[in-house]
């Protein structure tokens, strides 16, 4: 089975600080990762994915994630906050066996402070 | 556009009525997925379809939801006497395949109201 625990249901930043949001995953079976950003009243947009390979992995919008099995986490960073980065950001995990559904944390909301 | 689309984007009933929800996949993409999320939570998985086959639902899915896939391209959501409870924002998604491949791009969902 897998599940997603996503510590801090609300992140705070200045902008032009660094970004954390954490990320930390139970699989059974090797796992595959993902984190999603949602804006207001929209879909879910994929920023970056870890499947198999190197465990640093970039996204869009200079987001990257460390996939780290011994601490099983997955947690996404970016340097420097922009305002636009402003919005709902969620970490799924599926397994590599079936590779079906996705389960999802609950979210962080991650507000930028001018 | 090639994304995931979905329509109604808003839908209001109530109590009692039945609903129904499309999704239309990116069109190469074999796998389609249906999730429900609330206020203040990520997706629930609901169910999915290989083609036209669902091969997987959630216990979620009571009996007064039914999903289906025709002709293996676009979807039907269906709430039977919706309940309060029902009202949600529902995302649906496709993806290439399985495994290093389930990489599912997902619609701007569709937010039920249910008075």
């Known amino acids: 089975a897998q599940s997603v625990t996503q510590l801090g249901s609300h992140v705070s930043v200045s902008e032009g600080a660094l970004v954390l949001l954490r990320c930390n995953y139970s699989?059974?079976?090797?796992?595959?990762l993902f984190w999603y950003v949602q804006y207001p009243n929209q879909g879910l947009q994929l920023l970056l994915k870890?499947?198999?390979?190197?465990?640093l992995v970039k996204g869009i919008n200079g987001f990257e994630a460390e996939f780290k099995k011994s601490e099983t986490s997955f947690h996404l960073t970016k340097p420097s906050a922009h305002m636009s980065d402003a919005a709902e950001y969620f970490c799924?995990?599926?397994?590599?066996?079936?590779?079906?559904?996705?389960?999802f944390g609950t979210g962080t909301s991650l507000t930028v402070i001018p | 556009d090639t994304g995931v689309s979905q329509n109604p984007r808003h839908k209001i009933t109530k109590r009692g009525q039945n609903v129904t929800f499309r999704c239309d996949p990116i069109s190469e993409h074999n796998r389609l997925y249906w999730y429900r999320q609330t206020l203040g939570q990520g997706p629930e998985f609901l169910t999915y379809?290989?083609?036209?086959?669902?091969?997987?639902k959630s216990r979620l899915l009571s009996d007064r939801f039914s999903a289906e896939r025709p002709k293996g391209s676009f979807s039907t959501l269906e709430i039977q006497r919706t309940e309060q409870g029902d009202s949600a924002m529902y995302l649906c998604?496709?993806?290439?395949?399985?495994?290093?491949?389930?990489?599912?791009?997902f619609g701007p969902g569709t937010r039920l109201t249910v008075l």
């Open positions: 699989s059974s079976v090797p796992p595959y």
């Open positions: 379809f290989q083609n036209e086959a669902q091969l997987e």
């Open positions: 998604a496709s993806s290439l395949g399985a495994g290093k491949y389930n990489e599912q791009f």
């Open positions: 799924a995990v599926s397994g590599s066996n079936t590779g079906n559904q996705f389960y």
């Open positions: 870890y499947t198999t390979g190197a465990t």
